[in-house]
């Protein structure tokens, strides 16, 4: 059965908002109708140029994760070489026009999946470039290149960390995590328990099929992905079928659950929180798993506080 992880900037990644000890009530979310989540690529401004920014790189003997302004964009700990150029999209990481960061972390390669030698060989390579380009307008091999990663490998060392920036021109500015609480100053284990509970609620009206209730939960972090994407009415990628897309993912759902062994990670500056899975050939993968016909899934959830007193919400 194949794998199938769901980046987080589709219809796939859903998530309900919670209440835990002191937090609001998360039933005083104002319902979204279906006609209104349809209706969010209807919204979507475009501009004389719209672009995508992208991570392409190689990797020969090793394993890695890229963060980009510290949000887990890409991640590999499997067996391996890349065939030629990977790429992962970005945009969705960058807020507005200006300075990003890209953050590479080199590990040694896997003698099997999930499993890593002990240090960095000799042999190790990661090399890769920042472009930005439109689809559907920029041919791939014309998309403007603005920064360069060679990451410096010291063999026998666990991990290898390499970061560079960028300078980003985009013609949108979004909310994202900008103005969330620091995180990493609340007790660890309260917070871990809320974003369990945030995950649990997920999981149960995932079984319910409560598709409201998801399509409120997500709907602002929606707009934003649909507009860093461009994701316009009309198009493949847009939100003009969105509700009942989310409907076909529950329908055809055999059965959900929460890892069992999953940690809580920071990013965005500790402003983000996520249970990500720690160990084996699912490190780094989200701690909620679903089964298909068809398919594993895995369901990414990040989550931000927007103000102190406030519950979690999705973010990215």
């Known amino acids: 059965m194949n ?56 990797r020969v003997h090793c394993t890695y994760e890229i963060y980009v ?19 992962v999209d970005i945009p969705q990481y960058i807020l507005e026009s200006g300075p990003q960061e890209v953050k590479v972390k080199v590990y040694p390669k896997a003698i099997e999946d999930g499993k890593l030698e002990q240090g960095l060989s000799s042999d190790a390579v990661f090399n890769g470039r920042v472009v930005h380009g439109e ?6 091999d014309s998309f403007t290149q603005v920064a360069t990663l060679k990451v410096p490998v010291v063999v026998g060392k666990p991990f290898v960390e390499y970061k560079v920036s960028f300078e ?33 609620r997920f999981v149960n009206a995932s079984k319910h099929k409560d598709i409201g209730k ?32 989310l409907k076909e993912e529950a329908d055809n759902m055999v059965s959900i659950k929460i890892a069992d062994k999953a940690g809580l990670r920071y990013f965005a500056g500790s402003k983000v929180v996520a249970l990500l899975q720690q160990n084996g050939e699912d ?8 089964e298909t016909k068809e398919d594993y899934v895995y369901y990414a959830f990040y989550l931000f506080r927007p103000k102190p007193g406030a519950p979690l919400e999705i973010i990215r």
């Open 69 to 87: 302004n510290d949000m887990l964009a890409n991640f590999s700990f499997t067996t391996g070489n890349s065939a030629g150029e990977l790429q």
């Open 3 to 58: 794998k199938k992880y769901t980046i987080p900037t589709f219809f796939l990644a859903a998530i309900l908002n919670t209440a835990c000890g002191q937090q609001e009530n998360n039933d005083q979310l104002k319902p979204v109708t279906k006609e209104q989540y349809n209706a969010i690529s209807k919204e979507i401004k475009t501009f004389d140029y719209n672009p995508t920014y992208q991570i392409r790189f190689t």
């Open 214 to 245: 998801i399509a409120s939960s997500i709907y602002n972090r929606e707009k934003e992905v649909a507009q860093a994407f461009f994701f316009k009415s009309g198009e493949a990628k847009s939100y003009d079928n969105g509700w009942e897309k």
């Open 168 to 200: 980003a021109q985009v013609p949108y500015v979004l909310a994202g995590w900008k103005a969330g609480v620091d995180l990493g100053k609340e007790n660890k284990t309260t917070l871990t328990k809320e974003v369990l509970e945030v995950y649990t």
């Open 135 to 140: 689809y559907g307008k920029t041919d791939w």
């Open 283 to 290: 490190r780094d993968f989200p701690a909620i798993t679903a």
